[in-house]
């Protein structure tokens, strides 16, 4: 059962996973033949590729004896808080921002990531807002990017 | 002559007052991104790709090039005074250059560092400056096939050199090839891997990918990790190296800087391997081998012009062949194809303007970059001490900001956002991720060109190995594939029989 959260043996089977998933759409796209090949041909030999590879990430993990690293391990001794943290901001700021604009969103996005990282809510204000403001002043006004208004109008 | 006359009407548009500015802006930028450890100049060019949007092709390039070189010389600085490399071809630094900072010598380390750097940086821009007009000419004699049997061997190379495992660096060449595939099929318009996205059709863009790969899967991996940042306590005083010291490191810096040239030219090469290999040398040189480590001040002389050179020898398959040698160049040729300018042999001849006025602002940038480096060291040392806390929420908002700037829609935005996840885990299950970006920017190029190839001798194989070029180049890749995947069968072997 260890044996099977081995790291490679997960990202082995996943990329095998894929490239299953990748040659069947190639099949409907069309392989066509060497003389005259098809939108899929390229997809579809590559996910061979990509398969064969993967069969071999596990095979060698299976066999390996010495230096296995769990998938647990890749964790070990980090701050998973703060990179779940990150990744739901940026998903919700991605969701949010044209729905409330780009100040509103972008100075909540910073607030959140300050305070995940210097955890000083109160002193985190200036900062967040010092940096929304120019973000909005370089890209807005000086290369003139056309950032979503959302509700507010801003 | 005739390249003088042209070296001449390059720094005529490289002295253009926007051309300086963005010489010096790419330089300025580059070296802070050299200085500050967890930022590298690919995660920096992807983030900044989107700006130079709004500038000429030339500026682009001549800003992204001042950035790529930039970080090499910016890179010595904490390696010499944090024993942290700011960059990774600047790793071999640290063995020396700290033992030289801690003996109180770290002045005359960055001053080696520096004009070492400059003297490789600048006898590289004369190499480019010489081989790539003949190498652009004999490149205007390849076909489909040769074209092919290139890029493959351009891949092969990047994954040989593969800091991890050589199977997943390969696998990642076969998961960039796939992505390059998304959108409208160019022979005959039918759809592939868009899922109803319309806007997919002309493929996915090369900057989304890059920002969410290396910008944001970058500062993740920096943030969940505390780096205590201790700068030794010596003043930086007498920069300029004695005579001695010269006398010591001459060679060295002269040997690094051919090493670094012509390995820079070659895929995956780039100056990590580079500076590597220099050390090496210079060690296996050395009269006095056993003062490496200890603060030799050759051990910081060759790698430092190594990596410079390396730097600089890498635009050469970019500009003349069309064909990016690792995941930065692959970025620079991804802004140059988002500016209409296809790369390749015909760009001297086409676009002279780009080529002699980026080869001349690589001169300039390696004068500003000795000015910069010298004189400021105490300032970037003070840069050194901007929190972490502050500095990686600001790059991720510029990595959202940017990707959204491209095109003014939030679906390069949750492409970023969704590469920045991949990427991170990428990054925790030990893939590599410059063959995913070289082999995604070069896909389109090598299926055109072996569909072309293949309608051209009517679905025959032996067109790839019936032309001199192509043959030759198919027989080093495959070499390459054996030695590469050679020792893996031993080890599963090897590890069968324990089992």
Not at chain 2, 79 to 100: I, R
Not at chain 2, 171 to 189: H, K, R, T, Y
Not at chain 2, 317 to 332: D, H, K, N, Y
Not at chain 2, 458 to 475: Q, Y
């Amino acid at each position: 059962m260890r044996c099977l959260m081995e790291r490679d043996i997960i990202s082995g089977f996943f990329w095998l996973a894929f490239a299953v998933f990748i040659g069947s759409r190639a099949v409907s796209y069309g392989v066509g033949s060497f003389s005259r090949p098809a939108a899929g041909s390229f997809l579809f030999v590559t996910s061979i590729l990509l398969g064969g590879l993967s069969l071999l990430l596990i095979i060698s993990a299976l066999l390996r004896k010495t230096n296995k690293v769990r998938s647990s391990e890749i964790w070990k001794g980090l701050d998973r808080k703060i990179v779940v943290g990150v990744f739901v901001a940026i998903i919700i700021y991605d969701l949010l921002l044209p729905i409330l604009g780009y100040l509103l969103t972008s100075f909540s996005l910073m607030m959140t990531l300050f305070c995940m990282t210097r955890k000083k809510v109160l002193s985190t204000i200036p900062y967040a807002l010092l940096t929304t403001v120019l973000s909005y002043l370089l890209f807005e006004v000086f290369l003139g990017v056309p950032f979503p208004k959302g509700l507010f109008g801003f | 002559m005739e390249t003088l006359g042209h070296l001449l009407y390059g720094f005529s548009v490289a002295f253009q007052p926007e051309n300086l500015l963005l010489v010096f802006i790419g330089c300025l930028l580059g070296t802070l991104i050299g200085v500050l450890p967890g930022v590298g100049p690919v995660a920096s060019i992807a983030i900044l790709l989107p700006l130079t949007f709004k500038i000429s092709p030339v500026g682009a390039v001549i800003m992204l090039a001042g950035i790529y070189y930039g970080a090499q010389y910016g890179g010595s600085t904490t390696s010499v005074l944090l024993n942290v490399p700011g960059e990774l071809s600047a790793v071999v630094t640290t063995f020396d250059g700290y033992q030289m900072a801690l003996k109180g010598r770290a002045g005359p380390a960055l001053g080696i560092a520096a004009f070492g750097s400059f003297i490789a940086g600048t006898l590289s821009v004369v190499g480019l400056m010489v081989l790539a007009q003949p190498l652009s000419q004999f490149a205007l004699r390849f076909g489909p096939p040769e074209y092919s049997s290139v890029i493959i061997l351009a891949l092969t190379f990047i994954s040989y050199f593969s800091k991890r495992s050589v199977v997943k660096a390969y696998m990642m060449g076969c998961v960039g090839f796939i992505l390059s595939n998304v959108g409208l099929d160019p022979v005959n318009a039918f759809q592939r891997l868009m899922f109803g996205q319309y806007n997919l059709a002309e493929g996915l863009n090369i900057a989304p990918i890059a920002i969410g790969l290396f910008g944001i899967s970058e500062v993740i991996a920096n943030l969940e990790k505390t780096v205590s940042r201790e700068i030794i306590k010596t003043k930086v005083r007498n920069l300029f190296p004695t005579k001695l010291d010269w006398i010591r490191a001459k060679w060295a810096i002269l040997r690094g800087t051919i090493m670094g040239f012509f390995l820079g030219t070659l895929p995956g090469c780039g100056p990590v391997l580079t500076s590597f290999l220099s050390y090496g040398v210079e060690k296996r040189m050395s009269k006095t081998p056993k003062e490496f480590g200890q603060g030799a001040i050759e051990g910081v002389a060759g790698p430092e012009s190594a990596n410079n050179a390396g730097a600089t020898g890498a635009f050469i398959p970019l500009l003349t062949l069309g064909i990016p040698p690792s995941a930065t160049l692959a970025l620079i040729f991804g802004a140059l194809i988002l500016h209409g300018v296809a790369p390749g042999p015909f760009l001297i001849q086409q676009h002279p303007d780009l080529f002699w006025g980026v080869v001349s602002s690589m001169y300039l940038g390696n004068l500003m970059l000795l000015v910069l480096n010298l004189p400021l060291i105490p300032l970037w040392v003070q840069v050194l001490k901007v929190p972490a806390a502050f500095l990686y929420p600001v790059i991720i908002l510029f990595c959202l900001v940017g990707c959204y700037s491209i095109n003014n829609n939030m679906l390069d935005v949750y492409i970023m956002t969704i590469f920045g996840v991949l990427g991170y885990l990428l990054r925790k299950f030990e893939y590599d991720l410059p063959p995913l970006v070289l082999a995604f920017v070069l896909g389109g190029l090598l299926e055109a060109n072996v569909r072309q190839s293949l309608l051209l001798s009517d679905g025959d194989f032996s067109i790839f190995f019936s032309r001199p070029i192509s043959l030759t180049v198919f027989i080093l890749a495959f070499l390459l594939v054996v030695l590469s995947i050679v020792p893996f069968f031993k080890r599963v072997k090897r590890y069968g029989e324990n089992v």
